[in-house]
């Protein structure tokens, strides 16, 4: 028996076994599926097969997911160590559960002092920054979803943010626009 969840707010959200199984997972091996968050008009399910588990990250649109499905995209060119990515297409990706990873797992507060987790941590970003930066500049034109952060700011954007933490009316907030 297949059990899913749909979405309770958004009737218009597809099934996450449907969205699975676009994804090349057969349908007749879920067993349950749930949802772990629907923020952002986006959704990410658990999918529980028989013998294993997947998360399922689907978008609304591809222009939402534009960054984080272009971004695995790219980090798997680029030879950066990422989950196992088991489907995607412009709207969804479908990865290796952290749950249930037989080579991952979830940190715990003991990694945040463990000298070998600050060792594993530098040498993903030094082969992050490596490759990345070897692609950057061999490319003809940085793609389009690699934005800056910084690119939305500007002094409306400044002041406004000043508004919002309730710090608006001090000098620093004018001056920083």
């Known amino acids: 028996m297949n059990i899913h969840v749909q979405s309770r707010d958004d009737p218009g959200v597809p099934g996450p076994d449907a969205v699975a199984g676009q994804l090349g997972v057969d349908r007749a091996e879920i067993v349950r599926c749930e949802t772990l968050s629907e923020r952002h008009g986006h959704r990410i399910w658990r999918i529980h097969l028989r013998d294993t588990a997947y998360v399922l990250k689907w978008f609304p649109d591809p222009e939402s997911a534009l960054t984080e499905v272009a971004g695995y995209q790219l980090l798997q060119e680029l030879g950066v160590p990422t989950l196992a990515v088991h489907g995607m297409d412009s709207q969804a990706i479908l990865m290796e559960d952290l749950a249930s990873s037989e080579r991952w797992r979830l940190a715990t507060e003991e990694d945040v ?65």
């Open 113 to 177: 002092w463990s000298r070998d987790t600050g060792r594993a941590l530098g040498s993903w970003y030094q082969r992050l920054h490596c490759n990345g930066s070897r692609f950057l500049s061999n490319a003809q034109q940085r793609p389009t979803f690699l934005t800056r952060e910084s690119d939305c700011l500007n002094p409306t954007t400044v002041l406004n943010l000043g508004d919002l933490l309730g710090l608006g009316d001090r000098p620093v907030w004018r001056l920083a626009a």
